[in-house]
């Protein structure tokens, strides 16, 4: 007769599933052991275990230290918030007073344009008067004030002003002379 091999089989799902579970368990135990040698030696402290297992309550000395952890943190929010209102209030006020000083920047930036403006339109009026003769240039500018005068001559060359000074009435050439000097003329 013939024999037939034996094949090998495989092992059923129940099997498998048992011998998981005998590992498990093996895992837990262990995992347990080790847990409480730790907890004997010092090493962890596990009484926190108690407060979140059920039946489990805290000390009173526990609670008690709870509470006082509780209210200085309470003190503690408390004065973290209103450090934190008076620097948004102090924040505000330098945000208001950035857009207050950019605005005065934007009126000095329009200022100084407008002052650089008049003062190229007062060096081509210069031009002008230095372009033309001394003595015609005297003879119109004797028609004008004395501060557009010493604008005009301020804005000229050195040999230009003397010029026409020397051109112009001797008394006006005086006083506009002492004007462009810094000077207050007397009279």
Do not use: C
Not at 5 to 10: E, G
Not at 24 to 42: D, E, M, P, Q, Y
Not at 48 to 53: E, G, I, T
Request: charged content about 25%; proline content about 4%; overall charge positive.
């Amino acid at each position: 007769m013939a024999r037939i091999a034996a094949m090998p089989q495989r092992p059923t799902r129940r099997s498998f599933l048992l011998s998981l579970l005998l590992i498990l368990i093996v895992l837990v135990s262990v995992g347990g052991l080790a847990a409480l040698l730790l907890n004997f030696l010092g090493l962890v402290s596990f009484t926190s275990l108690k407060d979140v297992w059920p039946g489990g309550k805290p000390t009173v000395a526990e609670s008690d230290a709870l509470a006082a952890e509780v209210a200085a943190l309470k003190k503690d929010k408390a004065a973290l918030e209103a450090e934190r209102s008076r620097l948004k209030a102090q924040l505000e006020e330098s945000e208001a007073k950035i857009q207050e000083l950019a605005a005065q920047v934007a009126k000095l930036e329009a200022d100084l344009a407008q002052v650089q403006k008049k003062n190229a339109d007062q060096k081509s009026v210069a031009a002008v008067y230095g372009n033309m003769a001394p003595k015609d240039a005297a003879r119109i500018l004797a028609e004008l004030p004395d501060d557009q005068v010493v604008v005009i001559l301020l804005h000229l060359k050195r040999d230009q002003q003397a010029a026409i000074l020397a051109a112009l009435e001797g008394g006006r050439a005086a006083r506009l002379t002492q004007i462009m000097a810094g000077q207050t003329p007397a009279g």
